[in-house]
């Protein structure tokens, strides 16, 4: 094969995103991050002051949006209704909604289903929860990239430059909360595929689990 898709699921700050950004570059492919799709939904909802419980609203709610994502210089942009909102998905308030949103099933199958889309094409990495296990079933690589909690905390506390928002303690329970509910839900949970390769990143730095991937790629074509 000379293009393939690579499915890069995890949990929260296993550092996907950094990771399937660097593969997706070296291997000259488009990256997509699926999170900052649930995340665009999120603010939306926000915004309109739907709540994260309310089923029917999300749903007539996704069906009007518009998301679209962008290749800009610096990376992925993320447009809702073509407004740039690749800023404001990242705050807390996105954070500590956006596993409940992406918990109701209209919200999911209409992202799947743009998911899907994007990657018809081939020559992708999509990082996620679910795309190994259910949005790209037949991707000829999936990659499991995990991490231990107290490390993946750690890694976001630094992003974060200790503006002194929040403690690391603080951190480790809303990642530790996150994981929970995106592994509990009933709706397409975060789970390995059978057939992805497991990385434990604790030890490693982001660019070892990139060569690891992309000589892992090499493998397939
Ligand atoms: O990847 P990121 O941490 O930005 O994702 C934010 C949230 O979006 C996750 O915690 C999860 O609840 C949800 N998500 C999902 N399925 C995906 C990607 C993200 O449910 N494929």
């Not at 603010?43 to 029917?56: C, F, P, T």
């Not at 592994?183 to 730095?205: F, G, H, N, W, Y």
């Not at 982001?206 to 397939?220: E, F, G, H, N, P």
């Amino acid at each position: 094969i000379d293009r393939m898709n690579v499915a890069i699921d995890g949990p929260a700050g296993a550092g996907k995103s950094t990771v399937a950004r660097k593969v997706a570059e070296q291997l000259g492919y488009i990256y997509i991050d699926t999170g900052a799709m649930y995340r665009a939904v999120t603010l939306a909802a926000n915004r309109a002051g739907i709540a994260s419980g309310d089923s029917e609203g999300l749903r007539t709610l996704v069906a009007r949006l518009h998301i679209r994502l962008k290749q800009g210089e610096q990376g992925q942009i993320v447009l809702l209704d073509e407004e740039d909102v690749t800023e404001a998905i990242r705050t807390r308030e996105v954070t500590l909604r956006v596993s409940e949103v992406a918990s109701h099933e209209p919200v999911r199958i209409r992202l799947v289903e743009l998911q899907r889309l994007l990657a018809a094409g081939k020559g992708i990495v999509m990082d996620g929860r679910d795309i190994g296990s259910h949005v790209l079933p037949d991707a000829e690589l999936k990659i499991y990239l995990t991490a231990s909690v107290g490390i993946r905390a750690l890694r976001r506390f630094k992003e974060l430059k200790h503006d002194g928002s929040i403690t690391l303690e603080q951190l480790e329970q809303e990642i530790a909360e996150r994981d929970e509910s995106d592994e509990k839900r009933e709706v397409s949970p975060l789970i390995c595929a059978q057939d992805a390769v497991v990385i434990d990143s604790s030890e490693l730095t982001i660019d070892q689990v990139v060569a690891l991937i992309v000589d892992l790629s090499r493998t397939k074509m």
